[in-house]
């Protein structure tokens, strides 16, 4: 059983920048992909970005050069790196990682007023 857990979320002005972590409870250098996805009030969940094992990312279009995925393996540790953040990037940010099963973080809330 994998856990995760995510952090750095919180309050931000528009165009301001956060990074979240998500730390997990197992070596992700064996993970096939990890990702960050969110859930903003009254919509699907959605993807953010992917970094799979080949350190390939993947990113939704609506953050493609404002969002940077990237990981710390020595650290098991997943990170995103959100610049220029816009009202509507506001959700509850959720870290996933996927083995045999995927694997879900508990989420952190991350507000941009603007």
């Known amino acids: 059983q994998v856990q995760l857990v995510e952090s750095g979320g919180g309050l931000v002005q528009a165009g301001g920048s956060l990074r979240l972590s998500c730390a997990a409870s197992?070596?992700?250098?064996?993970?096939?992909?990890l990702g960050w996805y969110r859930q903003a009030d009254g919509k699907q969940r959605e993807m953010v970005a992917r970094?799979?094992?080949?350190?390939?990312?993947y990113y939704a279009d609506s953050v493609k050069g404002r969002f940077t995925i990237s990981r710390d393996n020595a650290k098991n540790t997943v990170y995103l790196q959100m610049n220029s953040l816009k009202p509507e990037d506001t959700a509850v940010y959720y870290c996933?990682?996927?083995?045999?099963?995927?694997?879900w973080g508990q989420g952190t809330q991350v507000t941009v007023s603007s």
């Open positions: 970094i799979y094992r080949s350190d390939n990312t």
């Open positions: 197992d070596n992700i250098f064996s993970f096939n992909a």
């Open positions: 996933r990682a996927d083995l045999v099963g995927v694997y």
